[in-house]
């Protein structure tokens, strides 16, 4: 399905047939070489890839403690998952299941608004993933060596952990989230025990604790990300509003990235949907369910709820025991993190180059089924950024991908209200008006995210606005020098808005002229293209 203009509608009439799978034309010719296609992913296998890309568990909300104090840090994982993971599942659901492709979002926005948006979209989200995704080697070495495990050695041994990791991705997805699911029972139990043993604990009044009174910042986050200037004060009723809401949107989202699996669960209509609600509910349990008993059963100040803290509050509710199994916990759950993030971003990879954004080669599938190119391009990008000092990033990386999610909540309105003729083997149980009201929360509140960051971010989205620009600039470059193999569908398309868009033109860029255009009349209009630059 390479993107769909009119003369494509009657292809997609055809796409969702009783199997659940694509028996378009269109598609079926990429499909042709791996027939017999690898197991499909199960109702829990997909759940435990979604609360892998999502959270992994309560690892990483000690931040969200630190800035807002208990009583805020409960009332926003009770509330920020419904205005932010809710709707983003359901529109997952939704347009997941209508266009089954790899890509994700990226067709879902550029069905809406056009090739352009929709490379951008991909962009920004692989961008943001994949560098996000480096995090996790080295977090996986830090709880297994301590603190002072940095340096040389320390990068060698995290490339050493990426590329095995990459290699059993590389075995096939299914293999994936069955590991995922023997990963997500070991890590996840020490929160259960917590909770039997610790809900005799607790003193709910602890949790109505208001945030100190805070003369110095620098106290609570030292680093200078979090602390750099921006258009807002830092707090906003007792609250350091930047880290707090950076870090309940890192923990709460990426819901979106269950669309690349979209095209690999074994049934679309059941199995999907399921997956994607039963991956919510894991991860609305295991943020609310620990943070109520460690904030409930234990007396520490706000600023002592540094990274990792959590293992010391198991210690003091469980014993040693119980500390050190949460040390080990928050290990591997590393690793199921690292894995659930790199499958999404080599499908989406895949999905683009079905797309026609990306070459060729990163549509081919290894034996085992899986995208081997996207694989490669996520590992070496997570080993260039192993070598940074990194977790300052975060916010940064949530701005990048904020901006991607704005897009598919828009994208989801406008295919509801121009598109109604898309069959949608899972619709979200509200009418087509209310579509705008049912992203606007969301989106507010994503705005708002955006509105408290620092200047330095900002300067950030704008540099991957330029590298954006520039890749588009560059597919066409290749696409029409030959240099690399691509879809062709939506090459002229694609480089009509780009001009468009270098030159500051203000037409809108419908899909009139998209019909029968002699080759001869495309390659003078490239040269004078050219020419104008």
């Known amino acids: ?24 034309s269109h598609h079926h010719h990429h499909h042709h070489h791996h027939v017999a296609r ?3 992913l199960n109702l829990l296998q997909l759940a435990i890839l979604v609360f ?30 419904l205005i932010w993971s809710y709707p983003e599942a359901m529109i997952t659901a939704e ?12 067709i879902w926005v550029q069905t809406a608004f056009g090739d352009v948006a929709g490379a951008f979209c ?29 340096g040389f050695s320390s990068f060698c041994y995290a490339c050493i952990v990426s590329i095995i990791l990459s290699f059993l991705n590389y075995l096939g997805l299914e293999f994936v989230g069955t590991s995922s699911i023997v990963i997500c029972i070991i890590a996840m139990s020490p929160f259960v025990i917590m909770f039997v043993l610790g809900v005799w604990k607790v003193k709910p009044e602890r949790w109505y604790q208001m945030p100190d009174e805070v003369e110095n910042i620098e106290e609570l986050f030292d680093d200078d990300f979090q602390t750099a200037p921006g258009m807002l004060p830092l707090m906003m ?13 890192w923990n709460v989202n990426s819901f979106d990235s269950a669309a690349s699996f979209a095209d690999e669960v074994t049934d679309i209509t059941t199995t999907y949907p399921n ?9 609305y349990i295991f943020y609310i369910g620990p943070l109520l008993i460690v904030t409930g059963a234990t007396d520490y100040k706000q600023n002592e709820w540094v990274d990792g803290h959590l293992a010391t509050v198991a210690g003091d509710i469980g014993g040693k025991w119980l500390g050190a199994w949460t040390i080990f916990a928050c290990g591997i759950s590393n690793l199921a993190l690292y894995e659930a993030e790199l499958s999404a971003d080599a499908y989406q990879l895949m999905g683009m180059a079905e797309q026609g954004y990306l070459p060729s080669i990163f549509k081919t599938r290894s034996k085992y089924g899986t995208p081997t190119a996207g694989i490669i391009a996520g590992t070496f990008v997570i080993i260039v950024m192993s070598a940074a000092d990194f977790t300052q990033l975060v916010e940064i990386l949530n701005a990048n991908y904020a901006v991607s999610l704005l897009l598919e909540y828009f994208a989801f309105v406008k295919l509801r209200l121009d598109r109604k003729d898309l069959h949608r083997p899972y619709r979200v149980p509200i009418p087509d008006w209310f579509s705008f009201f049912f992203v606007l929360p969301p989106c507010l509140a994503i705005i708002f995210l955006l509105v408290v960051s620092s200047w330095l971010t900002y300067f950030f989205i704008a540099a991957v606005f330029v590298v954006c620009l520039i890749l588009v600039g560059a597919q066409q470059v290749f696409k029409e020098k030959c240099w690399f193999e691509f879809d062709n569908a939506n090459t002229k398309q694609v480089r009509r808005e780009y001009v468009e ?3 500051g033109s203000q037409e809108p860029s419908g899909n009139a002229d998209n019909g029968a255009v002699e080759l001869v009349n495309e390659k003078a209009q490239l040269v004078s293209d050219m020419q104008q630059f």
């Open 122 to 150: 991909g962009y920004f989200s692989w961008i943001s993933g994949a560098t996000d995704n480096a995090i996790y080697p080295t977090l996986f070495l830090t709880y297994l060596m301590g603190e002072g495990f940095r």
């Open 95 to 106: 347009l997941g299941s209508a266009f089954q492709s790899s890509s994700g979002g990226v």
């Open 501 to 503: 868009i270098m030159l």
């Open 237 to 249: 009723g007792g609250v350091l509003i930047r880290p707090f809401l950076n870090n309940m949107f």
């Open 275 to 283: 997956g994607i609600f039963l991956g919510l509910a894991l991860t």
């Open 52 to 81: 892998y890309n999502v959270s992994g568990g309560p690892f990483g909300i000690e931040p969200s403690i630190r800035a807002g104090g208990n009583y805020y840090a409960i009332l926003g994982f009770l509330l920020l998952p």
């Open 38 to 40: 690898p197991q499909k």
């Open 1 to 24: 399905m390479t993107g769909f203009h009119p003369n494509a509608a009657q292809a997609n009439q055809d796409d969702a047939t009783p199997g659940g799978q694509h028996q378009s």
